[in-house]
């Protein structure tokens, strides 16, 4: 079993949808979780992270975690084309950034 | 004013051939990264160093080989060049904490 497994889409909602994104983990010594957001042809850049169970909100965006479960979601309310990109869930174990394991990442296009 | 810059953006090269790549972070961070992107978008960490040291050295073939002269570059040969090594090659950088700044990618494409 990989260690951070994550449904790769690709996901087409309307404009103004809320979306989920999911990812499950197996390692239990996984301490924190973050969400990347990936553009066409470009890096990674952090969109949230968080260190403990429950909701954290930023905007649009409310990341939730579940550690008795092992599952990460990504929640986006009113979805705007502008969110189109693939977007990847990372797991880390203390030491660092180094220990992040990224998911595959789910590719979401918002239509207009 | 560009964070974490990589060169070259492209490149397309002959099996068999060595090639580098270089990058530069201006954002004062102490660990550097190099992670490959496979045609699928999964991202693998392959080497980190922290403060020229490296720390991190994952299971990757020995045609790989980083270098870091200080701490705001890293750089990364590839030997022998094979199909297989296609990809985008990204450097990230972060400091002490679990935020890895990513440059935009260098797409490798070996024929």
């Known amino acids: 079993q990989k260690e951070v497994e994550q449904d790769p889409g690709p996901l087409s909602v309307p404009e103004g949808a809320i979306v989920s994104l999911n990812c499950t983990y197996s390692?239990?010594?996984?301490?924190?979780f973050m969400w990347y957001r990936q553009y066409s042809r470009k890096g990674p850049e952090l969109l949230m992270y968080?260190?403990?169970?429950g909701n954290k909100e930023d905007g649009r965006f409310t990341a939730q975690v579940d550690k008795s479960s092992k599952y990460i979601s990504l929640f986006i309310r009113d979805s705007q084309p502008s969110d189109s990109a693939t977007y990847l869930c990372a797991e880390g174990r203390p030491g660092g950034s180094e220990k992040l394991v990224f998911g595959k990442g789910t590719k979401l296009t918002v239509n207009p | 004013d560009t964070a974490v810059s990589q060169t070259p953006k492209y490149l397309v090269t002959q099996m068999g051939n060595d090639k580098s790549i270089k990058c530069e972070q201006n954002l004062g961070h102490d660990t550097m990264y190099w992670y490959k992107q496979d045609s699928k978008k999964f991202l693998k960490i392959m080497f980190s160093y922290n403060n020229k040291e490296l720390i991190i050295n994952e299971t990757v073939p020995n045609r790989f080989s980083p270098k870091s002269p200080d701490k705001a570059h890293l750089n990364l040969h590839i030997n022998s060049l094979e199909l297989g090594d296609s990809a985008v090659y990204f450097c990230?950088?972060?400091?002490?904490?679990?935020?890895?700044?990513f440059g935009e990618g260098s797409r490798l494409t070996v024929l």
């Open positions: 990230a950088s972060s400091l002490g904490t679990r935020e890895l700044f």
């Open positions: 390692n239990s010594a996984f301490q924190y």
């Open positions: 968080t260190y403990s169970s």
